[in-house]
């Protein structure tokens, strides 16, 4: 793992959208799954409710409505952005990158740099090391980063796995220079394990062909084509206990971090049940780590922040800490001490 660290980086304002679409997972599921059944994956996973992307929507338009909140609420001049960052696994296009479309769509100048970060669980952690290492530049003052998923596009309707896990939602976080605005960094990746949450075909080393859209039964009752994802969950659940209460605790210990100051631990939101036992590995208190998977289910790279404005919208000075793990497999934590931060309300599009 590698350790980074910041003294002069604040979150000023973040903001986060999700799809006006609620579905309801008791009444969902009835179609894949026995009541029972339905009872202990629901239990299990925490995931009552989800929101769902209509094919219209993209993860950018979720992003461009929770970034216009921003501009709407702080009165910030845009052409005081001087980058923006996209971290999504769902993008638009190939080619181009997204955040060029958003840096024109915001009305963003044209000397803001703009590119995209293919990152899903660990992206937000991930997006503000990078946005923390460009705001050391003396011209850097301020970058929005976007940061979101619309995985419900990729998964298969009849995968009793994955099709009660998932759902869709886009942030928006402003970062400005302020000194005495501490934050540490622990980053890691095993892509040895890169087959456990994959999406095999598609691409250019599988390209889309009628194989790679030939559904099969991967899983008993659950079926899928290689366009869509794949998720070991047992692989999951083994790296997440293994690899992030000692991430974590090594963070609190390289930096001297007092773990009685840490007022929240924001997990990425993967199951209920792989959240409680970490937090318990961890010697957590069950008001210290807030859910929102109940809510929204799992929306990748967008859980943390949504979580924070789901969750914590009337704490606007607080220490967080921060760990985001899955899809690479890719793992990132990090500490934050930030005050006056400006947590605007969710927004459905």
């Known amino acids: 793992m590698s350790f980074y660290s910041f003294n002069n980086c604040k979150v000023e304002y973040m903001s986060a959208a999700v799809p ?3 579905v309801d997972n008791y009444s969902f599921g009835k179609d894949l799954l026995s009541d029972d059944e339905l009872n ?3 239990k299990t996973t925490g995931v009552q409710k989800r929101r769902i992307a209509p094919e219209s929507i993209c993860t950018s338009d979720l992003c461009f409505k929770a970034s216009e909140q921003i501009f709407e609420n702080s009165k910030i001049d845009k052409n005081k952005i001087d980058f923006l960052i996209f971290v999504t696994q769902t993008p638009d296009y190939r080619i181009p990158a997204t ?8 009305g963003l100048r044209k000397d803001c740099g703009a590119f995209d970060i293919n990152l899903g669980c660990s992206g937000y952690v991930y997006g503000l090391l990078t946005t923390f ?6 011209n850097v003052r301020r970058i929005l980063l976007l940061v979101g998923d619309t995985v419900s596009k990729f998964v298969s309707e009849k995968d009793r796995t994955t099709n009660l896990l998932f759902g869709d939602a886009g942030s928006a976080t402003l970062i400005s220079k302020e000194n005495n605005s501490n934050s540490y960094f622990s980053v890691s990746s095993d892509g040895s394990g890169a087959n456990s949450l994959i999406i095999k075909g598609g691409g250019y080393r599988y390209p889309s062909s009628q194989d790679t859209l030939k559904y099969y039964e991967y899983a008993e009752n659950s079926f899928k084509n290689d366009e869509q994802l794949f998720m070991s969950g047992p692989d999951i659940f083994n790296f997440a206990l293994r690899e992030i209460p000692k991430d974590i605790n090594n963070l609190i210990a390289i930096n001297n971090i007092d ?5 929240y631990y924001i997990f990425h939101q993967a199951n209920k049940f792989m959240i409680d ?3 318990k590995k961890l010697k957590l208190q069950v008001e210290k780590y807030p859910y929102s998977i109940d809510k929204f289910g799992n ?7 949504l979580t924070i404005v789901s969750e914590l919208k009337e704490k606007t000075s607080i220490n967080l800490l921060l760990s985001g793990f899955g899809v690479g497999l890719s793992w990132a934590s990090v500490y934050l001490h930030q005050t006056n931060i400006n947590i605007l309300p969710i927004i459905e599009v």
Not at 99 to 104: F, N, P, R, W
Not at 133 to 138: G, H, K, T, V
Not at 259 to 263: G, L
């Open 259 to 263: 773990k009685e100051e840490i007022d």
């Open 299 to 305: 929306t990748s790279s967008a859980s943390i922040p």
């Open 133 to 138: 290492m460009f705001m050391q530049n003396e």
């Open 99 to 106: 955040a060029v479309i958003l840096q024109d769509r915001l």
């Open 277 to 279: 036992f970490i937090a």
């Open 20 to 22: 006006l679409n609620t």
């Open 40 to 42: 202990k994956i629901i």
